[in-house]
């Protein structure tokens, strides 16, 4: 199994499964220091993380109320959404598992052989909360579909946001995937992504949560200027790149070896 590390304001906790092994404590400040805002100083409270990597054991990092840009392709991008069914489907494994793990979601876009979540981690449950839905799903899929064997290339993919401050140009790169396949022209004809939501033209699901979003615009303008938002073509590719996205300082910090992605 992985060595989990899960990150709060005031301790993190080292575990194997679902067992706590150990709980560190974290000096006033230093939590700081792994989202890229403090100097470039291990503190000592990490020197254990370090021992762990330098050891070579796998370790997976978690962190409590973390925002996450997820996304998964079917196997050999093959579709894993034919019909409108499919879509509905896999949107009620989100519900459900967000009822169970308490997660958000502030965006996402179903596209025929993959699929984009905007994913904010209340718990450090990222991986619970996706394993939950990629699977409920492919169990309908293969039922549907008289099949055997696994519908995706592999395990979720994620990258770390550092913060609500650039959430707004991972949601217009969710949304503008349908607009940058050449699907759709404009964005609002596009049902299957949560562009619509926003600016009034969809019923919202159960497990959408926009309202941080909206508040990054002024009340009064929101409409007008979130739509020229998504007129704006995006510089960095979100989908290959780098697994943490953020400040200069904050994805250095991220990438350095004592701290894995």
């Not at 894993?80 to 459900?96: A, M, T």
């Not at 718990?123 to 064997?149: C, D, E, F, P, V």
Request: net charge neutral.
């Amino acid at each position: 199994d992985k060595i989990n590390i899960v990150f709060n304001q005031n301790a993190f906790n080292i575990g194997l499964g679902n067992n706590i092994l150990k709980s560190v404590s974290i000096a006033k400040g230093e939590f700081a220091w792994i989202l890229g805002n403090d100097d470039l100083v291990l503190p000592n409270s990490f020197k254990i993380i370090e021992k762990l990597i330098k050891n070579n054991l796998d370790v997976n990092f978690y962190y409590i109320n973390s925002f996450h840009h997820v996304y998964l392709r079917g196997l050999d991008r093959f579709p894993i959404f034919h019909d409108d069914q499919d879509r509905y489907k896999f949107l009620r494994c989100i519900e459900v598992a967000q009822f169970k793990y308490g997660f958000k979601i502030h965006a996402y876009c179903l596209m025929d052989n993959h699929y984009h979540l905007y994913f904010q981690s209340l718990q450090a449950n990222l991986s619970t909360s996706m394993h939950s839905i990629n699977m409920s799903y492919a169990i309908y899929y293969n039922l549907k579909y008289a099949r055997n064997g696994p519908l995706y290339e592999g395990r979720f993919k994620s990258k770390l946001v550092q913060s609500e401050k650039y959430s707004l140009n991972i949601i217009r790169y969710i949304h503008r995937n349908p607009l940058e396949a050449g699907i759709v022209n404009n964005l609002e004809n596009y049902s299957w992504s949560s562009y619509p939501i926003y600016i009034g033209k969809k019923e919202p699901s159960g497990f959408f949560e926009f309202g941080s979003t909206i508040n990054q615009f002024e009340a009064k303008s929101f409409l007008n200027k979130f739509r020229a938002f998504h007129r704006l073509e995006d510089e960095y590719d979100f989908f290959d790149s780098e697994p943490v996205y953020g400040d200069d300082q904050f994805m250095k910090r991220m990438l350095e070896p004592a701290i894995v992605k």
